[in-house]
Nanobody, 128 residues
């Protein structure tokens, strides 16, 4: 059974860092592009970062460029989101999602409607 499990969320002060993990089971990430999305209370879901199946192509939202980095460890079948210089406006539930692509494709997928598999989410709260 295909499953995505996020972890690493928590409470952090402004300017701090967190690393989110998205562990995949039941399938190989070599065949899937992964995206991180977030949703704050009362706001629409927002795309944060995404990475191709090859791991060689990435895309970040303007709001997180220079602060967030997405990476992939194929041996662990896990995607990470390193978040630095966190701001209160980064507070949200963060979700990872997967969409099937050709094996080791370099294509990134930014449209959340194309993603068919979603994790349960992990809460990130940035507050002093």
């Amino acid at each position: 059974q295909l499953q995505l499990v996020e972890s690493g969320g928590g409470l952090v002060q402004p300017g701090g860092s967190l690393r989110l993990s998205c562990a995949a089971s039941g399938f190989s990430l070599d065949y899937y592009a992964i995206g991180w999305f977030r949703q704050a209370p009362g706001k629409e879901r927002e795309g944060v970062s995404c990475i191709s199946a090859s791991g060689k192509s990435t895309n970040h939202a303007d709001s997180v460029k220079g602060r967030f980095t997405i990476s992939k460890d194929s041996a662990k079948n896990t995607v990470y989101l390193q978040m630095n210089s966190l701001k209160p406006e980064d507070t949200a539930v963060y979700y990872c999602a997967a969409v099937e692509t050709p094996p080791l494709s370099g294509v990134v997928v930014t449209d959340p409607n194309e993603y068919g598999y979603w994790g349960q989410g992990t809460q990130v709260t940035v507050s002093s």
